[in-house]
């Protein structure tokens, strides 16, 4: 199963930026890699979601403010989060999907952002 580790989370004031890694272990190619999120009290949410070959997916509440991205020689994803507001804190999780055998559908431990006003 592969690992996956997230960074760049914190604490930032209203309007700032914020870059989210994750990197996940081993060498297998992953289909599928995105970011979700949960606020506290809600359910786990999509951010974004990005394929192999570069195709993107957002929410609604994600376009425009952020951008995700991949780099497959380091199988790593990245959320670029702009104008950050008190609504977008919340523990941000990443995804990664392998759709061919092995198939896996793992989730890393979370990171906390957090957005005072």
């Known amino acids: 199963q592969v690992q996956l580790v997230e960074s760049g989370g914190g604490l930032v004031q209203a309007g700032a930026s914020l870059k989210l890694s994750c990197a996940a272990s081993?060498?297998?190619?992953?289909?599928?890699m995105g970011w979700y999120r949960q606020a506290q009290g809600k359910q786990r949410e999509l951010i974004a979601t990005?394929?192999?070959?570069?195709?993107?997916n957002y929410a609604e509440s994600a376009k425009g403010r952020f951008t995700i991205s991949r780099d497959n020689a380091k199988n790593t994803v990245y959320l670029q989060m702009n104008s950050l507001q008190p609504e977008d804190t919340a523990v941000y999780y990443c995804?990664?999907?392998?759709?061919?055998?092995?198939?896996?559908?793992?989730w890393g431990q979370g990171i906390l952002v957090t957005v005072s006003s």
């Open positions: 990005v394929t192999s070959d570069g195709n993107t």
């Open positions: 995804n990664a999907v392998r759709l061919f055998l092995p198939r896996f559908n793992a």
């Open positions: 081993g060498s297998l190619s992953i289909n599928v």
